[in-house]
């Protein structure tokens, strides 16, 4: 195999390398900010069910001023009972005082209800705020765990990188200036094996005076339909290291 073929092999499996790790961490943020997201709608939830808690004491307290000021018009019409002269005015209190005791009854009956619900509610949200504290620990776990991920990989890709541009400085800037202009910034093989007389980078049959041309050796050669540079697999030999 062509000793460029073999460097740009080289090359290029450092840079597929680091543009899979680049990937990795370019999708680090979305997946914390997917994480936060959920911690928000989690407290969110929480803060509705403690709203509902409020509202139901706050229903309570209402019914408890009510029924207060029921006992205190009860009192007030007992009390003028003794003032009435007419049978009828009497007859008249006598009914305002009963139908504010009914009424009384009705809101005493409503406050126990109100109570219950109190009560369960409060235990329904202490039981959602324990769950609450343990996941959203567990989901400040999950990003400080991408955290790190993600300053690793940064660590990784700089020692990659710094390998990478040592090596492509060692070889003929020509030769490394036609493998970047092909790859363009593409995430992609621009320097692919012949096999079973296909390019393997867009499967087309490619002709044989191109195999012949690889098999001469004398210049890098290209896939006609592709434009990828081209070597024989048969040739294949382990890209160089260093
Ligand atoms: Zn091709």
Not at 77 to 105: P, V
Not at 139 to 147: L, N, S, T
């Amino acid at each position: 195999m062509q000793e460029a073929v073999k460097q740009l092999l080289s090359l290029q499996e450092r840079d597929l390398e680091l543009d899979r790790l680049q990937g990795e961490l370019a999708a680090i943020p979305k997946e914390i900010a997917a994480i936060n997201k959920r911690i928000e709608a989690e407290r969110a939830a929480l803060e509705d069910s403690k709203k509902e808690l409020t509202q139901l004491q706050m229903q309570r307290k209402e019914k408890e001023v009510d029924l207060s000021a029921k006992e205190d018009a009860v009192r007030k019409h007992t009390a003028e009972l003794n003032a009435i002269k007419s049978n009828d005015a009497y007859r008249a209190m006598l009914g305002e005082i009963e139908k504010a005791k009914q009424e009384k009854s009705t809101l005493e009956d409503e406050i126990l209800q109100l109570m219950d619900k109190v009560d369960q509610s409060q235990r329904a949200w202490k039981e959602r705020e324990t769950a609450a504290k343990t996941t959203e620990t567990e989901r400040q776990r999950q990003i400080a765990d991408w955290d790190s991920k993600q300053k690793n990989l940064e660590e990784q890709i700089a020692l990659k990188q710094k390998s990478r541009d040592e090596l492509a400085a060692a070889y003929t800037p020509s030769l490394v200036e036609t493998y970047l202009r092909l790859r363009q910034g593409k995430q992609v093989a621009v320097i692919v094996p012949i096999k079973a007389e296909q390019c393997s980078g867009c499967h087309m049959k490619v002709s044989h005076n191109l195999i012949n041309e690889v098999k001469r050796g004398m210049s890098l050669m290209a896939c006609e339909h592709c434009f990828r540079l081209v070597y024989l697999e048969e040739d294949a030999e382990k890209p160089i290291t260093r």
